[in-house]
């Protein structure tokens, strides 16, 4: 277990290219033109050229990771800073060779980049990096207020209620049922100014209006963590 239970590691493994710059020779002639390579991507360093070089011509080692594995780093990243996570990235390139062969958590890694939640849970290669799964690694505490409907209703047109309750912007989702219930509603509300008065008002105005209502049972939770992506 991390000792940070909000921080995950992104490990990510850059490629090396080399770009060659011209420098004019110093003298009577002009000023000595030094340049330093440009950061290829967001995050990931440079190497400047050598201004001890007296070639004229200089070779600099440039780290960029490529497009994939930097749109997942932007992915993780947004993702993270929705639901209150920090994300500290990890170019194995530019580690010592000792510190890349014991880390524990690259043990077996095939495929970059590769991400770790602070249970130690693994994302590996860029397939992996859906919103989905991103968000089951960086469980969330939900900003709205959920609540959950029970409804039993007479026989009738399912259809006409279904559509009734589609239509509610409150209403999220809506799970058929066999047994003592007919109806599971999902009902959504915004914190700013909502709070259990609110469903209950909610429910017994709008559900408890729909004519085929027979009886309704909500429960409102204290404290509400979900894994599902927050839109």
Known sequence: MADDPRQLTLYVQ???AVTTFYRTPSGPSGPTLTGTAPSLR???SSVATNPEDS???TDSPVHFLSDDQAHCVAKV???AAARGYRVRVIDIEK??????????HLK???RFPVLISPG???LEGVSEFSGAKLAELMPSELKAVRAFTYMKVRGGDLDRIRQILESLPTVKELHFLTGDWDILVVLEFPTSGSNKRTVLDFVTERIRGIPEVL???TIVPEYTLTKFPLF
């Open 14 to 16: 850059s490629k090396q």
């Open 42 to 44: 967001g995050g990931v």
């Open 55 to 57: 070639g004229g011509v």
């Open 77 to 79: 990243e947004e993702i």
């Open 95 to 104: 580690v010592g060779r000792v510190e890349r062969l014991i880390a524990e």
């Open 108 to 110: 077996g890694v095939q």
């Open 120 to 122: 130690g849970e693994r």
């Open 215 to 217: 009886d309704t049972s």
